[in-house]
C-alpha cells in the first residue's frame, strides 16, 4: 500500500503564511512528479504546482511569485511554502504524486484526503 498524508493547513489572517507537506509511505520504488492541487468552495479542483522528480517546477499564474513548491526525496516529502496568502486562496489542498510501486514495478496515481486551508480576517 502506498498513503499521502498531508500535513499544515488551518486558519490564517490575508497576508500571512502556511507550508503545507505531505509525506509518502509504503512500498515505494520511486516517487515520480508530485504537486499540489486545491478546491475552492463549490468550484472544481485546479492545480496550484508541480515538481518533477529532477525538481523542474510549474505553478498556476494565480500563485506564481507567492508559493514555492520544492521536495525533499530524502524523506518522500513534498512540500508547499505559501506566502502572501489571500482569501481567494481559501480550499481543501491535496496532494497528487506518481509513484512507482516495489511490486508490481509500474507507476500509478495517488491523491492525499486533503487540507484545509481558510484565509480570512
Known amino acids: 500500500q502506498v498513503r499521502l498524508v498531508e500535513s499544515g493547513g488551518g486558519l490564517v489572517q490575508p497576508g500571512g503564511s502556511l507550508r503545507l507537506s505531505c509525506a509518502a509511505s509504503?512500498?515505494?520504488?520511486?516517487?515520480?512528479?508530485m504537486g499540489w492541487y486545491r478546491q475552492p468552495p463549490g468550484k472544481q479542483r485546479e492545480l496550484v504546482a508541480t515538481?518533477?522528480?529532477?525538481?523542474?517546477?510549474n505553478y498556476a499564474d494565480s500563485v506564481k511569485d507567492r508559493f514555492t513548491i520544492y521536495r525533499a526525496n530524502s524523506n518522500n516529502t513534498v512540500y508547499l511554502q505559501m506566502n502572501s496568502l489571500k482569501p481567494e486562496d481559501t480550499a481543501v489542498y491535496y496532494c497528487?504524486?506518481?509513484?512507482?510501486?516495489?511490486?508490481?514495478?509500474?507507476?500509478?496515481?495517488?491523491w492525499g484526503q486533503g487540507t484545509q486551508v481558510t484565509v480570512s480576517s
Open positions: 509504503g512500498s515505494i520504488r520511486r516517487i515520480n512528479a
Open positions: 515538481i518533477t522528480s529532477g525538481g523542474s517546477t
Open positions: 497528487n504524486a506518481d509513484i512507482t510501486r516495489r511490486w508490481p514495478p509500474r507507476s500509478e496515481n495517488y
